[in-house]
């Protein structure tokens, strides 16, 4: 969707010299993505659910595109949505959250995210923005990294370069200011009730602005360094 771009990986990706393409589903719900001509795979949100292809045909275009990255050993990272869907494209089901998860809450790694590369730079709880009711359960195989006191499954990764992430560590401040400025217009009435407080949400951003910042650095920066050695790899047979 046009308004959940990359947020801070944008410049991130740059920074290491990747070029970028984006694809818009909401202007184009036939698009198809040639993954083979990538380095690797960044699934973004929606305010759809991610078992909604008979409404949204895209979708299915998606978890086949996760798929397909993830069974040639490309990075992936999906968030929010696009974690809902790479769930659902290695198997595991999308399921209506207890209630919705909106502002920010704090994410605890498991066992096993603190012993993962990504998920070490977590200081234990972290305070991050959130945004969204579905969850799901994780795919076969899958190993589970995070959760929250309202949504169990907050981060997984499947094999060691696919990671789904439920939050928005990518959301910079602007970023958010914008979502909370426009939040009827970009997530519908219906899904966010009216007692949530955009204002104290606000408030919580300029506090957690500064350590949620560092921390994206350090997960995603472990994360773009796997595209380098895709990148080595798919040289090989031009030369």
């Given at each position: 969707m046009p308004f959940e771009p990359?947020?801070?990986l944008d410049r991130m990706f740059k920074d290491a010299g990747f070029r970028i393409r984006y694809v818009n589903f909401h202007r184009d719900g036939y698009a198809q993505v040639p993954v083979g001509r990538y380095h690797?795979?960044?699934v973004l949100g929606g305010p759809m659910a991610a078992d909604e292809t008979d409404r949204f045909s895209h979708l299915a275009y998606e978890q086949e595109g996760i798929r397909r990255a993830i069974e040639t050993s490309m990075p992936v990272l999906g968030v929010c949505l696009g974690a809902q869907l790479m769930a659902a494209s290695m198997g595991g089901r999308i399921l209506r959250g207890r209630a919705?998860?909106?502002g920010w809450t704090e994410v605890t790694p498991t066992p096993h995210g603190k012993e993962d590369l990504l998920f070490r730079h977590f200081e234990g709880g972290e305070?991050?923005?959130?945004?969204h009711r579905d969850?799901?359960?994780?795919?076969h195989g899958a190993v589970h990294l995070a959760s929250s006191?309202?949504?169990?499954h907050q981060a997984f990764r499947v094999g060691?370069?696919?990671?789904?992430?439920q939050f928005h560590l990518e959301a910079d401040q602007p970023l958010i200011r914008r979502w909370l400025d426009r939040r009827t217009d970009v997530r519908g009435v219906?899904?966010?009730p009216p007692e949530l407080d955009s204002a104290a949400a606000l408030e919580a951003t300029q506090r957690h602005m500064p350590r949620s910042s560092r921390l994206a650095q350090a997960l995603f920066g472990e994360f773009i360094a796997r595209f380098f050695g895709v990148r080595r790899r798919r040289a090989h047979p031009s030369r």
């Open positions: 990359l947020g801070v690797g795979l960044v919705v998860e909106f305070p991050i923005f959130q945004w969850t799901f359960t994780l795919p006191a309202v949504c169990e060691d370069l696919a990671y789904g992430l219906d899904e966010i």
